[in-house]
């Protein structure tokens, strides 16, 4: 039975992979960092009915010495790197926490594999926040980087990290490029999620108005399913690369805010206040990705489109609010 360790396991992508795995015939291994709120940990891996089927370990990416056990103890035949302080905007309210986590967190792992011997396949979730401020009207595996956060930094950090110990090591370290990619269990604070929350409550009578800052960015938005798939498929190559995992559409937020108000038949524009104080320091303008690559080698595409994602959210979206309103 091949055996996964998965950090980050309690978030979005982190759950979607533990059932992805097991239904594959893994022994999924999650690292779990010490929290006093010890009564939610869990939640997403729960709510795909897979919570009792992986094992959880305590470790924490800023902890070297927890790693090393980890890995001593569980041996695993593939890693995913998925853990890090992930949310854009605290990144400039925590940057040295960001670049510890998010950044120092990947290499620490690397250092772990590397002390430890491990013949591990590696996978880094790396992020096209990393292109930031580019000129393409596309980006490939080939578009220079420009962060714009320190979040993105600091994945820019992991990933050359990446590059690197596959380079002087001989690591089957893979990066994965991954553009936007949401679900029903997207974080409440990412933009997607905000509004399809936003549209539960209103269509249900619990609010009014829904505050966003900057409506004209654009984003390449695909299904966390999906992209989880893609982090797979890259780990069961002879060779390890990088890859741009992205469905090629790019939507405003504006649009997203249309196509998800009108699903519920209500008008955006009655209920979305822009404010400025909900503005970035600095912004990523548009992102719109060129997953050739992925396509070709790894045969992946796909299969959730844009409209079927947000219907599927705030379908969950009016089940939490409509249940927490019985409750
Ligand atoms: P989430 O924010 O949902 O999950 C982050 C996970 O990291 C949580 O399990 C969290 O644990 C864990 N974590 C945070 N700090 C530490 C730490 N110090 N030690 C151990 N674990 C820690 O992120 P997503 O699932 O959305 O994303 C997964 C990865 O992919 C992230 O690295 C993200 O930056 C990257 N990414 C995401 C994209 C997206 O669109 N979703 C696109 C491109 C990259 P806890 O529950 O305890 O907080
Ligand atoms: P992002 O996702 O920064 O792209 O990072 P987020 O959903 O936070 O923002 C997307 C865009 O929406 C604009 N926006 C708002 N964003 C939030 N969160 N809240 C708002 O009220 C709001 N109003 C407008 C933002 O300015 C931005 O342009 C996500 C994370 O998952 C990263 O970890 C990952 O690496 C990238 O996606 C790819």
Redesign the pocket.
């Known amino acids: 039975m091949p055996v996964a360790l998965i950090t980050g396991i309690t978030g979005q992508d982190g759950a979607y992979l533990a059932r992805l795995l097991l239904g594959k015939g893994y022994r999924v291994v999650g690292l779990l960092r010490r929290s006093a709120s010890s009564d939610v940990i869990g939640e997403r891996l729960r709510w795909l009915g897979v919570l009792d089927q992986v094992e959880l370990v305590d470790g924490d990416l800023i902890d070297l010495a927890s790693l090393i056990r980890v890995l001593q103890k569980v041996r695993p035949d593939e890693i995913y790197n998925l853990a ?1 302080q ?4 605290t990144s400039w309210h925590q940057p040295l926490l960001t670049s510890e986590v998010t950044g120092l967190g990947a290499a620490r792992m690397l250092e772990a594999i590397r002390i430890t011997e491990s013949a591990a396949r590696f996978y880094q979730a790396s ?3 990393m292109y930031g401020l580019i000129q393409e009207p596309s980006q490939s595996e080939k578009t220079p980087f420009y962060p714009r956060s320190p ?2 930094v600091a ?1 820019l950090y992991a990933h050359w990290m990446t590059v690197n110990y596959r380079e002087s090591y001989g690591l089957h370290a893979s990066s994965g490029i ?3 990619h949401e679900s029903p269990l997207r974080g409440i ?4 999620r ?1 509004i399809t929350d936003g549209v539960a409550r209103i269509k249900l009578g619990l609010a009014r108005d829904l ?5 004209d ?1 654009t ?1 390449d938005w695909g299904h966390a399913r999906d992209y989880v798939r893609a982090m797979w498929l890259m780990l069961q190559q002879d060779k390890p690369d990088d890859y741009v995992i992205a469905t090629g559409r790019t939507t405003s ?1 504006r649009e997203f805010c249309r196509i998800a108000f009108s699903y519920a038949g209500l008008n955006y524009e009655d209920h979305v206040v ?1 404010r400025s104080d ?3 320091p600095a ?3 548009v ?1 719109l990705g060129d997953a050739s690559k992925a396509r070709g080698t790894l045969g992946w595409q796909p299969e959730t489109s844009l409209e079927e994602m947000v219907a599927e959210m705030i379908e969950a979206d009016l089940v939490r609010h409509g249940a927490a309103r019985r409750g």
């Not at 505050?211 to 409506?215: D, Q």
Request: proline letters at 0%.
């Open positions: 890090a992930s949310f854009v905007a992020s096209s926040e979040y993105a994945k991954l553009f936007n604070e990412f933009v997607t905000k505050s966003l800052g900057n409506l960015a984003r937020i822009s909900l503005l970035r912004e990523v303008d992102l």
